[in-house]
T-cell receptor, first 112, second 114 residues
Framework: GENVEQHPSTLSVQEGDSAVIKCTYSDSASNYFPWYKQELGKGPQLIIDIRSNVGEKKDQRIAVTLNKTAKHFSLHITETQPEDSAVYFC???????????FGKGTRLSVIA | DAGVIQSPRHEVTEMGQEVTLRCKPI?????LFWYRQTMMRGLELLIYFNNNVPIDDSGMPEDRFSAKMPNASFSTLKIQPSEPRDSAVYFCASSLGLWTDTQYFGPGTRLTVL
């Protein structure tokens, strides 16, 4: 089955700097890659997603890139703010009755 | 809509006791998921339902775990008997469609088994 590896497990950046979180997946048939943000005491919430027919997608300060050949995708957050501090999860899935598989998460701390 | 509702938010119980976690999905969503989150194993899918019918329970760790969805607005996850290693945060999520549709998570139930 699908296996998703996520790095780093923790990340600290200065406010205003950029943050990059990377994920690799094992199933070449995977075609949907969402990113979820989990704030303290809350459930994960979708922040951005990308499908395999797209190489990059942006939404204001966040962007996701996908390299299907290398089977990896990344989340980029620019001009980080304290409210970006949270745990971020990547995930992968493919069409059909296969489960969405999550990475182990990255705890991002933005230092003011 | 109020979002996915879970109760209780915190549960502390003793080993051997029965624990029941509850979930109310977003109205109109056809899929309901139960996840378990731990530091060691991350976010694990336990079971999911489509239109109240269990589709895949391969993630349920043991026979001590069971889940039901008697109607479109309510689901339970039961652990009987509970063990200390069941301590985790349990999330319920719902979505309109399957894997490429956004899953909306509830706030979770933090379970501690002493």
């Amino acid at each position: 089955g699908e296996n998703v590896e996520q790095h780093p497990s923790t990340l600290s950046v200065q406010e205003g700097d950029s943050a990059v979180i990377k994920c690799t997946y094992s199933d070449s048939a995977s075609n949907y890659f969402p990113w979820y943000k989990q704030e303290l005491g809350k459930g994960p919430q979708l922040i951005i997603d990308i499908r395999s027919n797209v190489g990059e997608k942006k939404d204001q300060r966040i962007a996701v890139t996908l390299n299907k050949t290398a089977k990896h995708f990344s989340l980029h957050i620019t001009e980080t703010q304290p409210e970006d501090s949270a745990v971020y999860f990547c995930a992968a899935s493919r069409s059909g009755n296969t489960p969405l598989v999550f990475g182990k998460g990255t705890r991002l701390s933005v230092i003011a | 809509d109020a979002g996915v509702i879970q109760s209780p938010r915190h549960e502390v119980t003793e080993m051997g006791q029965e624990v029941t976690l509850r979930c109310k999905p977003i109205s109109g969503h056809d899929y309901l998921f139960w996840y378990r989150q731990t530091m060691m194993r991350g976010l694990e899918l336990l079971i999911y339902f489509n239109n109240n019918v269990p589709i895949d329970d391969s993630g349920m760790p043991e026979d001590r775990f069971s889940a039901k969805m008697p109607n479109a607005s309510f689901s339970t996850l039961k652990i009987q008997p509970s063990e200390p290693r069941d301590s985790a945060v349990y999330f319920c999520a719902s979505s309109l469609g399957l894997w490429t549709d956004t899953q909306y998570f509830g706030p979770g139930t933090r379970l501690t088994v002493l």
